[in-house]
């Protein structure tokens, strides 16, 4: 029967076909092997040739695997017998009694010249794919007669044992990548994994599981894992489910979160998948745990930081408020909530069509959408009338709050009560620019408020941002810039993170290293800043909107989010650029420690010029040495 591969109208497609599937044996270029060296010694005295040979065409050559009666390990292509099984319309077997008397092989050099062949026979190794990769061959130094139908047929089937062992080879090398995939992946998880039996023992325990509950693999091994690392409390319910498992053949993944213990009876909060699975029908369980002791931790800091928010907002006497885009209110303060006259919980999902009178909720509506629409900051004075039937006259500044997605999310929203300036409309005049003072400071009263609280989601102290100043005006003195300037930019740089109150604690918390997609989602950080810092008229917001939307370019021109180069990058960003990652490297954070002062200035040294401008480092350095 004739193979695939000759019948194949592209032979060179069919030839590179061959040598991958040659290849998935791994054979080309290993040592001789007992079982290839008995098949070939076989082969000459079943057919009492004092040649015989185990070969495989490469691309170019022949090359034996195993070799009776000769010492040879390869041969070109074109100068073999065998080449003829390897042509459109080859033989299953090649028998050519006289080779000095065909005209095919009469001109070869091994017909020619030493060893003087006259009598050659082979038959392909076929692939389980119909791929010719190799052959069987016998040679003698005598013309010999053709060979019998009987002697055709043991020869064929003495290449099927030949194939027999490829076989045997390629699925032990299969078995052999199985098991080191299964070690690579238990040896690569973070988690703990293990795999039990029916019976509940463990029968494999990673490196993860060592270090999570205390036990090495052999320690782990061969016992029960209930008594191993779950509470005694919890023995019954933990062998009910593997029973239930094993009755009802329920194979689908299970997940909960249990204490477990570690050894020497330490309890810490866990979360356990497990996976049944068959094997020629045994059950086993694919066991995950992972410890959940730091997750709990940021959780609690989480809650700490939304009471800290809470407070803050709170402690603002002016309306503070968030709506989403459907404008329904998400947040109010206290204060927000007197000047609408119910209590928080009563405000919060509903809207101002059901709060406020027709009127005064379709004027609120049309300056929203606008602002959804156009995506500005925008400031008004308002006379609106309220629950009671009064009127009262707000200060009102709404900007936009972005997404995770980039797109508008929501917007804040800060009202001022200044009705009793109309009822004194001479004062007000008189005291305009105080009044419009006192908004700008309450502006940025909020704003550093929002933004410490922002701090505090992945700063225990919520110091970073005091620090950062200082540093940033200090480093500004050395490079002398003027008292006034460098008094400013103490007052903005704490501002620079702001924009972390739009990026979610999921990330902000995440304590191993983020992703490249959750890294490019952290980064909008500066832009959300620097777009709830716009439009400010105060210098200190309008330097913090520079500062936070440039602290994080680099002189190299690598930096986000607009790549500027060199000095192309405001003073001001430059310097708190250096200010911030001194502060972040000597701060411990939830994904890692502090670093020493000395070890923190020698990676700014390292990036002097590429990260930092030069000159900024070198002021830094003058202010650290007189601090």
């Not at 320690?219 to 009910?240: I, K, Q």
């Not at 995950?288 to 803050?312: E, G, I, K, N």
Request: aromatic share 6%; glycine share 8%; charged share 25%.
């Amino acid at each position: 029967m004739m193979s695939a591969e000759f019948t194949c109208a592209d032979p060179i497609a069919a030839d590179r076909r061959r040598l991958e599937i040659l290849n998935t044996y791994q054979i080309l270029g290993t040592p001789a092997e007992v079982a290839f060296d008995r098949l070939a010694h076989l082969s000459a005295d079943v057919f009492g040739v004092p040649l015989t040979a185990v070969t495989f065409m490469r691309q170019d050559e022949q090359w034996f695997k195993a070799c009776v009666g000769a010492d040879r390990r390869s041969a070109p292509r074109g100068a073999t017998f065998c080449q003829a099984l390897f042509v459109e319309d080859a033989p299953d077997l090649l028998v050519v009694p006289d080779t000095a008397a065909d005209h095919r092989f009469r001109d070869l050099a091994v017909v020619r010249d030493a060893p003087h062949l006259r009598f050659y026979a082979g038959t392909p190794l076929i692939s389980p794919e119909g791929v010719r990769i190799g052959t069987l061959c016998l040679y003698d130094v005598a013309p010999r007669a053709d060979l019998s139908a009987r002697e055709r047929v043991t020869l064929q089937r003495l290449a099927e044992q030949v194939m027999s062992e490829l076989h045997l080879r390629r699925t032990l090398l299969q078995q052999d990548r199985e098991r080191q995939r299964y070690a690579a992946l238990m040896a690569s998880a973070m988690d703990g994994m293990m795999l039990l039996d029916a019976a509940g023992t463990v029968t494999d325990w990673n490196a993860a599981a060592e270090a999570i509950l205390g036990y090495t693999r052999l320690e782990a091994v061969g016992r029960d894992l209930t008594a191993l690392m779950v509470p005694p409390e919890l023995h019954g319910t933990h062998r009910a489910a593997l029973t239930r498992v094993l009755e009802t053949r329920d194979f689908r993944q299970q997940r909960v979160e249990v204490p477990a213990l570690r050894r020497g009876g330490a309890r810490f909060p866990a979360e356990f998948t497990v996976a049944p699975f068959d094997v020629a029908g045994a059950t086993f369980f694919a066991v995950s745990v992972r410890d959940l002791t730091d997750a709990h931790h940021a959780r609690d800091a989480l809650t700490a930081s939304h009471q800290l928010l809470r407070t803050v907002v709170d402690s603002v006497p002016e309306a503070i408020y968030v709506k989403d885009t459907a404008r329904r209110y998400t947040l109010i303060n206290a204060a927000g909530a007197a000047q609408i006259g119910r209590p928080s919980e009563d405000i919060l999902g509903r809207t101002d069509d059901e709060l406020f009178p027709p009127q005064t909720a379709a004027q609120a509506r049309q300056r929203e959408e606008a602002l959804f629409r156009g995506g500005g900051r925008v400031s008004y004075e308002v006379t609106d009338a309220v629950a009671d039937g009064s009127h009262r006259t707000y200060w009102s500044t709404k900007m936009p709050l972005p997404g995770l997605d980039g797109q508008i999310g929501g917007l804040v929203g800060v009202s001022i009560d200044v009705t009793q300036r109309y009822l004194a409309e001479h004062l007000v005049r008189t005291h305009n620019d105080l009044l419009t003072r006192r908004v700008e400071r309450a502006q940025l009263e909020i704003l550093e408020r929002l933004a410490r609280a922002a701090e505090y989601r992945d700063d225990d102290t919520g110091e970073h941002m005091a620090r950062v100043g200082r540093a940033a005006a200090g480093i500004a003195r050395e490079l002398g810039l003027p008292p006034g300037q460098v008094a400013l930019i103490e007052q903005a740089a704490p501002l620079h993170d702001v924009g972390k109150i739009g990026v979610s604690d999921t990330l902000l918390l995440k304590p191993g290293r983020l992703t490249p997609e959750e890294f490019e989602v952290v980064k909008t950080h500066a832009l959300i800043g620097a777009n709830i810092l716009s439009g400010g008229h105060s210098p200190v917001v309008v330097l913090a909107e520079e500062i936070a939307r440039t602290h994080h370019e680099r002189w190299d021109g690598q930096g986000y989010p607009s790549g500027l180069r060199g000095r192309q990058i405001p003073v001001s960003g430059r310097i708190v650029a250096v200010a911030d990652v001194l502060d972040a490297l000597t701060s411990e954070r939830p994904y890692k420690r502090a670093w020493t002062m000395d070890a923190a200035l020698s990676e700014i040294r390292r990036q002097s010029g590429r990260q930092f401008d030069p000159d900024i480092v070198a002021a830094l350095e003058r202010h650290l040495a007189r601090t």
